[in-house]
């Protein structure tokens, strides 16, 4: 079982958005402004898309945005594209006994 | 252009010891947090230890406490991962992954990532 909870899948047609869920609690995502979110394609390495809940690295497409609210961040994804389908991981800091805490992952397809 | 290359993984038995090695270049090694976490097959990631950039902080996951020993020599611009008394659930590809930001001594957000190397634990 996960620290954080994400749904284990989400689908979406070419050009719609879609958002991806990531649930913590106070301990983690409530108390840190350091979610990050990352894309991991079949036999690769994950791939950085969000940091500190919604900056984007540089040369991730602006079509990616994140938010926060509570203790549950979110990965929105707009004008859905083929080469999105992939594995999504969220991730928080987790203060100073944990440290670094993953979600589950969700698998989004583009129908 | 940064590169982080793993190596050292392979099949081992229950009981026994590995030693995990990522090799970096394109970036000024000895500035940066540096991280190892781990999939499972089929699974998801697991953050696995921490090491800051002079050594001087270390952070494990409560999985592995006890038995892995993170390491760096950044004479050499490498990570190490000393794995001792490996279990079955320890199977899993290793990532070697960078911290985000240069100087920040905790364990956060992970902006480069090896190609992972496959540990395999079994008799």
């Known amino acids: 079982q996960s620290a954080l909870t994400q749904p284990a899948s989400v689908s979406g047609s070419p050009g719609q958005s879609i958002t991806i869920s990531c649930t913590g609690t106070s301990s983690d995502v409530g108390s840190y402004n350091l979610v990050s979110w990352y894309q991991q394609h079949p036999g690769k390495a994950p791939k950085l898309m969000i940091y500190e809940g919604s900056k984007r690295p540089s040369g991730v497409s602006n079509r990616f945005s994140g938010s926060k609210s509570g203790n549950t961040a979110s990965l929105t994804i707009s004008g859905l594209q083929a080469e999105d389908e992939a594995d999504y991981y969220c991730?928080?800091?987790?203060?100073?006994?944990?440290?670094?805490?993953f979600g589950g992952g969700t698998k989004l397809t583009v129908l | 252009e940064v590169q982080l290359v793993e190596s050292g993984g392979g099949l081992v038995k229950p009981g026994g010891s590995l030693r995990l090695s990522c090799a970096a270049s394109?970036?000024?090694?000895?500035?940066?947090?540096m991280n190892w976490v781990r999939q499972a097959p089929g699974k998801g990631l697991e953050w696995v230890s921490s090491i800051s950039s002079s050594s001087s902080y270390i952070y494990y996951a409560d999985s592995v406490k006890g038995r892995f020993t993170i390491s760096r020599d950044n004479a050499k611009n490498s990570l190490y991962l000393q794995m001792n008394s490996l279990r079955a659930e320890d199977t899993a590809v290793y990532y070697c992954?960078?911290?985000?930001?240069?100087?920040?001594?905790?364990?956060?957000?992970?902006?480069?990532w090896g190609q992972g190397t496959l540990v395999t634990v079994s008799s």
């Open positions: 394109g970036f000024t090694f000895s500035s940066y947090s």
């Open positions: 991730c928080s800091y987790a203060g100073s006994s944990t440290y670094v805490v």
């Open positions: 992954a960078r911290d985000l930001a240069e100087g920040w001594e905790l364990p956060s957000t992970f902006d480069y």
